[in-house]
C-alpha cells in the first residue's frame, strides 16, 4: 500500500533556495518537509570530493559580501576560509586567440585588440562586466525589474553597438567562453546590468581587503549543515512526476510512488526541469511562457591533474582565457601555500559546453588536452584527467543557472514567480535584489514568509 506523508509545507528540492524556505518556516513552528530527487543535498552547490580534494563543481567560491550564505555558514557552524589569496591568482592568465597566446601585457598594443583607445589595457574576459558596471543605469539592483527599464532590454549586441563598438570588439569583448547565452545578440543588456549592480552592491558589504571565502570541506558543507538542522531528514530519491491542486490540499506524486499531502507546496527547482512536471490545474499565461521558454546556460567543468609545473618551462602563467573549446583554463590553488598549482579545471560556457556535452566524457577531456598541448607544447602529456561535472546535462539541472534572453526580463521577470494556487516557486532564477546562491536563499526566504503571512 502506497504511504501517504502528510506535512504542512513540502518543498520540492533541498538545492540553498529550498533549505532556506524549510528551515525558515521551522524558526516559525510550521511543520515542512524537503524532498530531493538525488541523493545529496546542495542542487547546483556541488563539491566534488570524489576526485581527491574539494573541487567545487558549483558555488565555487563565496562572495565577501554575501550575506544570505555567510550567514547561513555562521548560523549552522560552517568553518570559512578567506580565500583572497588565491583569487588574485585568477586575474595572472595568458590569452589564446586563433591559436596564438597573447601575454597580458602584450595585448594593449597587439594588433589584434579592437577595442578602443580608453579600453586597450582590458582584458576580453573582463570587457563586458566593465563596461555593463561603468555605464549602468541601475541605482540598485531590484531595479532591474521596474517597467521604465524596459528600453535595456536589448540584446547585448545592441547596447555595445550603440557604444559605437565594432562587431570584432563585441566577438571578442562578449563572446569568447561567455557565462549568459550563447552570444551577445542572445542575452539581455538588463540582466547583465542587474548583474553587475548585484556585485557592486554585495562589494559594499564585504570586509575590507576580502574578496571571498570557501567553506572547509568544500562549500556544499553548507547545505549539508542547514539539512542537518532540519526537524525532519530530507527524503532523497523523490523524482517529482505531478502537483495536483485541483482537490481540498495540494498532492505531490513521485516516480517511486510516493506521495505527499499538503496545504502549501514550494517548488525550487529550475524552470527548465520544471517543465517535466505536470501541474494541475496547468500554469497559464507568462508564466507558463517562462518556465517553457526561459534559458539555462550549458557549463561543463574537466578538472585534470598536473604531472609537472610545465608553465615555468615556457615562462607562461599556468592558466588561459582561449577562444577555443577548452574555455577558461584554471590553475586551482586549493592547498596551504596560495602560490602552488593543486589543479587544472577547464571551464566550458555556452557552445563550447554544448559540443563537449555531444562526446564521452574521456573524447572531451582528450579535446581540451589537444587544443592546451596545440598552443603550449610544454604541458605535452602533462594533464591527467581526472573528471567532469556538465550542469547541462545534469537531468535534475539542465543548466548552470538560468538567463534572460532580449525582452524576456519585461515579459516574465515581474510575473514568473507569482503563486499559482497552493504552489510557490523558488530559486536563483527568481532572485529579485541578488543572484546566484545570495539570489537562491533570497527567493527561498520571500516565499516561506508568503506563508508564514498567511497565517
Not at 589595457?121 to 527599464?149: C, F, I, S
Request: hydrophobic fraction near 40%; include cysteine; aromatic fraction near 8%.
Amino acid at each position: 500500500m502506497t504511504k501517504v506523508h502528510h506535512a504542512e509545507a513540502v518543498v520540492i528540492g533541498a538545492g540553498l533556495a529550498g533549505l532556506t524556505a524549510s528551515l525558515h518556516l521551522q524558526d516559525h513552528g510550521i511543520d515542512a518537509q524537503v524532498i530531493e530527487a538525488q541523493d545529496r543535498v546542495g542542487g547546483r552547490v556541488h563539491s566534488m570530493r570524489q576526485l581527491g580534494s574539494n573541487k567545487e563543481a558549483g558555488g565555487t567560491y563565496i562572495g565577501a559580501g554575501y550575506r544570505y550564505v555567510i550567514g547561513a555558514a555562521e548560523r549552522y557552524g560552517v568553518n570559512l576560509i578567506d580565500v583572497t589569496p588565491m583569487l588574485e591568482f585568477f586575474r595572472e592568465q595568458e590569452l589564446v586567440l586563433d591559436g596564438e597566446i597573447i601575454r597580458q601585457s602584450d595585448w594593449p598594443s597587439h594588433p589584434a585588440n579592437p577595442f578602443p583607445e580608453k579600453d586597450k589595457a582590458l582584458m576580453p574576459w573582463t570587457y563586458g562586466r566593465v563596461l555593463t558596471a561603468r555605464e549602468n543605469p541601475l541605482k540598485t539592483p531590484e531595479e532591474w525589474l521596474d517597467p521604465k527599464q524596459a528600453p535595456n532590454d536589448v540584446s547585448l549586441f545592441d547596447w555595445m553597438r550603440s557604444l559605437g563598438l565594432t562587431a570584432e570588439a563585441i566577438r571578442l569583448g562578449y563572446g569568447l567562453n561567455v557565462s549568459f547565452g550563447e552570444n551577445a545578440r542572445d542575452v539581455s543588456t538588463l540582466l547583465m546590468f542587474f548583474r553587475a549592480a548585484f556585485s557592486m552592491e554585495q562589494r559594499k558589504h564585504a570586509p575590507e581587503g576580502v574578496v571571498g571565502f570557501t567553506a572547509q570541506n568544500g562549500v556544499q558543507r553548507i547545505p549539508e549543515a542547514m539539512a542537518e538542522a532540519l526537524e525532519h531528514e530530507v527524503h532523497f530519491g523523490k523524482v517529482v512526476n505531478e502537483i495536483d491542486d485541483s482537490g481540498a490540499r495540494a498532492i505531490v506524486r513521485c516516480a517511486d510512488g510516493a506521495i505527499y499531502e499538503t496545504p502549501h507546496v514550494i517548488c525550487s527547482l529550475p524552470f527548465r526541469v520544471l517543465r517535466d512536471i505536470a501541474i494541475d490545474p496547468p500554469l497559464t499565461g507568462l508564466q507558463k511562457d517562462a518556465v517553457n521558454e526561459l534559458p539555462s546556460q550549458s557549463m561543463t567543468q574537466l578538472y585534470f591533474a598536473h604531472k609537472s609545473n610545465f608553465w615555468e618551462l615556457d615562462g607562461l602563467k599556468p592558466s588561459m582565457f582561449t577562444d577555443g573549446v577548452a574555455g577558461m583554463v584554471s590553475a586551482a590553488r586549493n592547498g596551504e601555500d596560495p602560490t602552488e598549482v593543486t589543479s587544472f579545471t577547464a571551464w566550458a560556457m555556452g557552445p563550447n559546453a554544448a559540443r563537449l556535452d555531444a562526446l564521452p566524457p574521456e573524447q572531451a577531456a582528450d579535446l581540451v588536452i589537444q587544443e592546451i598541448e596545440a598552443v603550449r607544447p610544454a604541458a605535452q602529456g602533462q594533464l591527467e584527467f581526472l573528471g567532469l561535472q556538465s550542469w547541462g546535462t545534469d537531468p535534475f539541472a539542465r543548466g548552470g543557472w538560468a538567463y534572460f534572453r532580449p525582452n524576456q526580463v519585461t515579459r516574465f521577470g515581474t510575473s514568473m514567480g507569482t503563486p499559482h494556487g497552493r504552489i510557490r516557486f523558488c530559486g536563483e532564477h527568481l532572485g529579485r535584489a541578488s543572484r546566484g546562491m545570495e539570489g537562491a536563499m533570497e527567493s527561498g526566504e520571500r516565499v516561506a514568509e508568503e506563508i508564514i503571512a498567511e497565517g
